[in-house]
């Protein structure tokens, strides 16, 4: 069965610098996403992503975060200049273009450590 | 802003018994709403949905009902069993657009042997 995929499972940096995180959705999927749950809280919306370019984007992901899909397989979330508060799980996810629009396939998720 | 609310953090029901997880929402423009179960170190996992135009909607063991006058919906599930132990979280979004999930806080249900 088809599934989306992360890379790191894990991520330790130091506060100020940059980390990549690495998601790779299932592959006829068209519209792609990026959620965090900081420990405690609720999963929380990121950004959405469609057709190579943003669709939406919430007041967390301001300018220090931003997202690419390089080569039509991998989705990255970059963070330039980690802080304390972006330790969290991170979520990618994603979905197919029409028909079941709204049941987004998740992966196993990054964990984020900022020391 | 808790937009999708689930006032219950945690539910402990006996194996074989009906477990039911409540969500409340406030923003009355969702139009459609899914429940996740989440093991630990794990990602979310889709588990069943209903569209707004539903009050109802069944997939084996499971089943969501949907009250909008009350802004709330409920998953049954019947009859328990341990495997189902997890956290399950209520989402709710808009047609069009984005269409991006908006979750509450997750009821971390136990169902014992």
């Known amino acids: 069965e088809p599934e989306v995929t992360q890379t790191p499972s894990h991520q330790v940096t130091q506060m100020g610098q940059e980390v990549i995180l690495r998601c790779v959705p299932i592959?006829?999927?068209?519209?792609f996403y990026w959620y965090r749950q900081i420990l405690g809280q609720k999963v929380e919306f990121l950004v959405s992503?469609?057709?190579?370019?943003?669709?939406?984007k919430s007041e967390i992901f301001d300018d220090q975060f931003s997202v690419e899909r390089p080569d039509g397989s991998n989705f990255t979330l970059k963070i330039r200049s980690t802080k304390l508060e972006d330790s969290a799980m991170y979520f990618c996810?994603?979905?197919?273009?029409?028909?079941?629009?709204?049941?987004?396939?998740f992966g196993p998720g990054t964990r984020l450590t900022v020391l | 802003d808790q937009q999708v609310k689930q006032n219950s953090p945690s539910l402990s029901v006996q194996e074989g018994r009906i477990s039911i997880l409540n969500c409340d929402y406030t923003?009355?423009?969702?139009?459609?709403f899914l429940w996740y179960k989440k093991y630990p170190a794990e990602g979310p996992t889709f588990l069943i949905s209903i569209s707004s135009i539903k009050d109802k909607n069944e997939d084996g063991r499971f089943t969501v009902f949907l009250n909008k006058s009350a802004k709330h919906l409920s998953l049954h599930i019947v009859p328990s069993q341990p495997g189902d132990s997890a956290v399950y979280f209520c989402?709710?979004?808009?047609?069009?657009?984005?269409?991006?999930?908006?979750f509450g806080k997750g009821t971390k249900l136990t169902v014992n042997p």
């Open positions: 992503f469609y057709n190579n370019e943003i669709s939406e």
């Open positions: 592959s006829n999927h068209l519209y």
């Open positions: 989402a709710a979004s808009v047609q069009g657009g984005s269409e991006k999930l908006v």
């Open positions: 923003n009355s423009m969702f139009d459609y």
């Open positions: 996810a994603s979905t197919i273009s029409s028909g079941r629009l709204h049941e987004q396939f």
